[in-house]
């Protein structure tokens, strides 16, 4: 069967969408680490409740940045969402939507995780036990909710695989990545002591498709075949 590289559900071309999906990965790409590993890491130190809430005293300004950057991130995974199931609906239309649900999904469970840190900024003192509480909840929502990102990316790599107009090496990227969020997720919950961090090796996939989306959009799509 033979599909346009304009969809009929939404109105929005393929390319459209292929530019709006990298250009939000994109942006998440550059505002998460500024918001997560410039700052966040850089302040809180879990092991020492008062040195945080003295960090986070001196530097309330870039702390409550932190915090909006990680909201929009979150405005952003839903745009994507959205923008990524229009990409892969002549691949498979039931399946894309379970695969942008589950972006939406996680999208509001870090939603949730991120409402945990002006909590900390209402109760935080010089001893910052209270605040420790919250800031420890956002981490610990966080890191199990990349669990439901990770199923997120499996479903898109399988979409990939078998859309017929994703490279298939992509696909396979997509998939270790995938796997890499899964085994850290649940190595997290299901031990204390899980100090590796696969997930930072196998990301390569998320710049990958950054590059493709951006290459479709400026390419086409051209007639699609469905598999």
């Known amino acids: 069967m033979n599909t346009t590289s304009k969809s009929r559900f939404t109105g929005i071309s393929l390319r459209a969408a292929a530019v709006i999906s990298g250009a939000g990965l994109l942006l998440m790409a550059i505002l998460a680490p500024i918001a997560y590993l410039n700052t966040f890491q850089s302040l809180v130190k879990f092991d020492d409740a008062a040195l945080t809430a003295q960090n986070i005293l001196n530097s309330m300004g870039a702390f409550r940045t932190a915090i909006a950057l990680l909201f929009v991130v979150v405005l952003l995974d839903i745009i994507v969402a959205w923008a990524m199931y229009i990409v892969f609906l002549p691949a498979d239309k039931k399946l894309s939507a379970w695969t942008a649900w589950l972006r939406v999904i996680y999208g509001v469970v870090f939603a949730f995780a991120i409402s945990q840190l002006p909590i900390a900024l209402r ?100 007639p699609i075949t469905k598999p």
Do not use: C
């Open 123 to 222: 109760v935080i003192s010089t001893d910052g036990a209270q605040a420790m509480a919250h800031l420890k909840a956002f981490q610990s929502i966080w890191d199990k909710s990349l669990i439901l990102f990770g199923f997120h990316l499996l479903l898109l790599g399988y979409l990939a695989f078998k859309s017929g107009y994703v490279p298939k090496w992509l696909a396979i990227f997509l998939l270790l990545a995938a796997l890499g969020y899964i085994v850290d997720g649940f190595g997290k919950m299901l031990s204390p002591a899980y100090n590796l961090s696969i997930s930072q090796f196998t990301f390569i996939g998320e710049v990958l498709l950054i590059f493709w989306l951006f290459w479709k959009g400026a390419k086409g799509f051209g």
